[in-house]
Structure formats: structure tokens, C-alpha cells
């Protein structure tokens, strides 16, 4: 079955700090790959995406993600923190066909100054 | 670009009441849109994908006639709860699919029914 899994649920690191969130994905061929962020009570703000290509995607607001095949796998990073960036954080794997999601289940990132 | 409305953000109405939510791509055209419930501290669970000018189809568990589906024009798909109950209450998004097969999400509508 297809399914997205972040594996932290929560994530707590210090302003200026380097930000590693997991994804790993079951899917039956490559699938199309996306990472959101969502501010409490808001809607979720596309991060990045990776269709095919290179495998190390950049995105807005200093993030990057790379896909890798042999992990089933594609991490989110960002080089330094700010406090702005907390928030809650999902991976969604979207299916060529019908263009439906499937969501992970979030990681929500706190930021300590 | 690829931005998407909802309205209202927030609503409170009464048990047995029914509540239309708009979602609107305001700046291009989206023949299919989805809509999400997500549960507090919980990821979204898609609920229908909604194709202009045709019925929406529904994803398992939901019941389709407390939740009608429609897509009337290509910027436009309106989400009603008919005879909300509390149980109902929920934050529901929207999105847009738009070019790359890349959803654009609403801001949300925070529902309360009491």
C-alpha cells in the first residue's frame, strides 16, 4: 500500500542550527514528491517539489530536499534556522494518475532562541 | 501566482444548520480541486476530489450527502455540511491543482457547531 511516514513526530533545534526532517515513502513506481509547510491555523505553503531530474531539489525560504531512490526517501534540510521557521511540516507523495496526496503524518518543528 | 481563497475562515453555526464553504483560485484555473478535514495535531485526510462540471467522488468513509460537492466553474468549488453536528466541527482546506500536477492549498475554515 502507499504510504508516507515521518518518522519525528516532533523536532526542537536552536535558532542558527542545521534542520534535517525525514520522509520515507512506499510507492509503487517514483512517485511525485512534496514538502509543505503549515503555520498554525493557516493553510499549507508549497516548500519544494521533485518530479525527475536532479535529485537535489531546491525550494523557498533556503530549503532543499534530495531524493533518494535507494532509500525510498526524501529529506528536507535547511543549512541554519530562524525562528520564523517553526511550524509544522509534511511530506506528501502525489500520484501521477489521479494527482491525489498522500500526507505524512507532520513534523512540527519548535525553534529555541 | 497560484493563489487560493477560501471563505469563510472561521464559522460557527447551530446543530442541524447547514454551512457552504468557497474556494476559489483566484489567478488561474483549477479543473480539479480537492478538499481536506484535518483533525487537531493531525495530518489531512482527503475527503473528495471535486472535477469541474462533473460529480465529485468521494473517498471511502465519507458520506457523500452530508458533505455535497460542487465544482461550477473552473476558479470555484463549494463544500456544504449539510445538518452539521459537533462531531463535524473541523478545520477544512482546499486545494487547487495547478500546473506540474502541484496542489495549491486555501488558507483553511475553521468550523464549530454547536
Known amino acids: 500500500a502507499q504510504s508516507v511516514t515521518q518518522p519525528d513526530i516532533h523536532i526542537t533545534v536552536s535558532e542558527g542550527a542545521s534542520l534535517e526532517l525525514r520522509c520515507n515513502y512506499s510507492?509503487?513506481?517514483?512517485?511525485?514528491l512534496f514538502w509543505y509547510v503549515q503555520s498554525p491555523g493557516q493553510g499549507l505553503q508549497l516548500l519544494l517539489k521533485y518530479f525527475s531530474g536532479d535529485t537535489l531539489v531546491q525550494g523557498i525560504k533556503g530549503f532543499e530536499a534530495e531524493f533518494k531512490r535507494s532509500q525510498s526517501s526524501f529529506n528536507l534540510r535547511k543549512p541554519s534556522v530562524h525562528w520564523s521557521d517553526a511550524a509544522e511540516y509534511f511530506c506528501a507523495v502525489g500520484d501521477p494518475g489521479t494527482y491525489k496526496y498522500i500526507f505524512g503524518t507532520g513534523t512540527r518543528l519548535k525553534v529555541l532562541a | 501566482g497560484a493563489v487560493v481563497s477560501q471563505h469563510p475562515s472561521r464559522v460557527i453555526c447551530k446543530s442541524g444548520t447547514s454551512v457552504k464553504i468557497e474556494c476559489r483560485s483566484l489567478d488561474f484555473q483549477a479543473t480539479t480541486m480537492f478538499w481536506y478535514r484535518q483533525f487537531p495535531k493531525k495530518s489531512l485526510m482527503l475527503m473528495a476530489t471535486s472535477n469541474e462540471g462533473s460529480k465529485a467522488t468521494y473517498e471511502q468513509g465519507v458520506e457523500k450527502d452530508k458533505f455535497l460537492i460542487n465544482h461550477a466553474s473552473l476558479t470555484l468549488s463549494t463544500l456544504t455540511v449539510t445538518s452539521a453536528h459537533p462531531e463535524d466541527s473541523s478545520f477544512y482546506i482546499c486545494?487547487?491543482?495547478?500546473?506540474?500536477?502541484?496542489?495549491?492549498f486555501g488558507p483553511g475554515t475553521r468550523l464549530l457547531v454547536l
Open positions: 510507492y509503487g513506481a517514483t512517485p511525485y
Open positions: 486545494s487547487a491543482r495547478g500546473l506540474q500536477e502541484t496542489q495549491y
